[in-house]
């Protein structure tokens, strides 16, 4: 293994130590060559340990794996792509075509500093933070590397912008404005429902029991099962939806994204800042709080892949759940019935 740093005599009789990786010099500030000499060997041996680490590593992991002294972090994000599926997989062919990983791509996992890592994490934003803890930590899972790039405490934090929930009055004021009825209709099934655009958007009229007044699906994102119960105001708009087939024939087969732009030209339009069709969940989570809904009936209608809620739930494979309407009712009747005291009373 070659020294990193060979000894210089500059003018005035001074000893310099010559980095041969940046072809800088640094003086050792003695005119002694022996100690010259010490400084210098320590130096290098300061810099052969990790060296020799590596090394030994990839000798070890050879082994197991002789590709992992040659292999790319563009190989281990395009094997990460081919685990995944549907939007899962698109989002993830996208996210490794961003401009910020260009620093890493051509670099080989082993020979990778921290310092590597930490100018994409500059450069990227929140979704390359959480990303390229996804590509680190399925590289040391497949025993691709030998540590983490980067130790967890010291990875920055993700740092999420802040997210509301859509208003009762925004809602109305963008289903009063849409011309277009079927996509009127998606959103106060969202309203109402509370799900992800995706979800609402792939409700087919199968889904519906006009019985008992319940919709079931699958959450597409985790596969949870969902059965929720619905009110007398969904009730009368899904009954002019489609008998058969999907809600929304026009919006389901439109990606996701399509769908968002709509939603967005709208609030626009309006001058409504701050939402997106994901605010629907969060304005369904605040009125079920608001309204007393118990938590663990909101997690399921939600679909959170709670393993605490699928405890509990696993004893009971069937459950129907309230719809939310008839909560906000049954609260504001509590309210107007409560008895109000007046002076004569006290008195």
Known sequence: ??????????????????????????????????????????KNEACRQPQMNVQLA???????????????????????????????????????????????RSLVGLETKPADFLKV??????????????????A????WLPWPIIPKRQWPPVRYKPKRGITLEEHQRIAAREPNEETRAFYETLWHLGGSQSDIANLRAEDIDWNDRVISFFRRKTGTAVQIAFGDSLAAILQKRPHDGFLFPRLAPMHEKHR????NRRCK????????????????????????????????????????????????AQVKLPALE??????????????VLTSKSTG
């Open 1 to 42: 293994m070659k020294d990193r740093y060979r000894l210089f005599l500059r003018r005035k009789s001074v000893f310099y130590a010559f980095d041969t990786e940046t072809n800088r010099f640094e003086s050792l500030r003695t005119r002694d060559r022996t100690e010259a000499r010490k400084l210098l060997h320590a």
């Open 58 to 104: 990839r000798v070890y992991l050879q082994h197991s794996d002789p590709a992992v002294a040659t292999r790319r972090w563009q190989s281990v994000m395009e094997e990460i792509v081919q685990t995944k599926t549907g939007e899962t997989r698109s989002r993830w062919e996208h996210i490794i075509r961003a401009k910020a990983l260009d620093h890493i």
């Open 121 to 138: 994490l500059r450069s990227g934003g929140v979704s390359i933070n959480v990303y390229l803890r996804r590509i680190c930590n399925f």
């Open 140 to 143: 040391l899972d497949m025993n």
């Open 260 to 263: 968002a732009k709509e939603f």
């Open 269 to 316: 339009g309006l001058g409504i800042a701050g939402v997106s069709l994901h605010s629907y969940r969060y304005a369904w989570a605040e009125r079920a709080k608001t309204a007393g809904y118990p938590e663990r009936f909101a997690q399921a209608a939600l679909g959170h892949n709670s393993a605490a809620i699928h405890r509990a739930y696993a004893r009971k």
């Open 326 to 339: 008839e909560y906000e009712r049954a609260l504001n009747r509590k309210i107007l019935d409560f008895p």
